[in-house]
């Protein structure tokens, strides 16, 4: 079976949260960089790692989605 870097930094990353909950953010920041479960922190897997704890901490920000009308039309309204 075929893991990506996300799988595999999910359930880690949910049982420390689990285990410490998100109160004290320091301190679970401090767990969750003991637990990293690649080699070194750089480049995509230590990318995909901090992403995914944005996610399950709530703390991810996410663009605006666009809106579902076609441009054309919102051009065309304001004239």
């Not at 285990?19 to 995909?48: D, I, Q, T």
Request: proline content about 9%; charged content about 30%.
């Amino acid at each position: 079976m075929n893991s990506t870097w996300r799988d595999i930094a999910k359930p880690i990353i949910a049982e420390t949260i689990a285990k410490y909950g998100c109160s004290n953010m320091h301190r679970l920041r401090k767990e969750l960089n003991a637990v990293y479960p690649f080699h070194e922190k750089a480049m995509w897997p230590y990318k995909v790692w901090l992403d995914e704890i944005k996610v399950q901490t709530g703390t991810k920000k996410t663009k605006p989605k666009p809106p579902d009308e076609p441009l054309f039309a919102l051009l065309q309204e304001q004239e």
